[in-house]
């Protein structure tokens, strides 16, 4: 998922949407376990390859866009302290959030 992530910055919505999708399979396949689920989540905001597409991706619109849903699920979960992560990734996360949020606020 990591290196579809990655090279999802790259492609057009279409693509990205059915990497994003990856994401919601997942958590559709373990919803009922939630302690797995939240583990694989905390490891994936901890994943360098992850905060390194985030980072670079906080300027592009489009990506953040399509990527919006997974970003939302990942913050509320780290809000709700449902994750084990650091609060660097914590802050970047709630970075993207703002840099979807902000232009539709203002």
């Given at each position: 998922f990591l290196q579809a992530w990655k090279a999802a910055i790259a492609r057009d919505a279409q693509v990205r949407a059915g990497v994003f999708e990856q994401w919601q399979f997942f958590e559709m396949e373990y919803?009922?376990?939630?302690?797995?689920?939240?583990?694989?989540a905390?490891?994936?905001?901890?994943?360098?390859?992850?905060?390194?597409?985030?980072?670079?991706?906080?300027?592009?619109?489009?990506?953040?866009?399509?990527?919006?849903?997974?970003?939302f699920r990942l913050h509320g979960m780290l809000v709700d302290r449902e994750l084990k992560t650091g609060d660097a990734h914590r802050r970047r996360v709630a970075e993207a959030v703002e840099a979807i949020l902000g232009p539709l606020e203002g």
């Open positions: 919803s009922y376990d939630t302690q797995v689920l939240f583990h694989c905390g490891k994936l905001c901890e994943a360098p390859l992850f905060s390194e597409t985030l980072d670079s991706a906080m300027h592009n619109w489009d990506f953040l866009r399509d990527a919006c849903g997974i970003i």
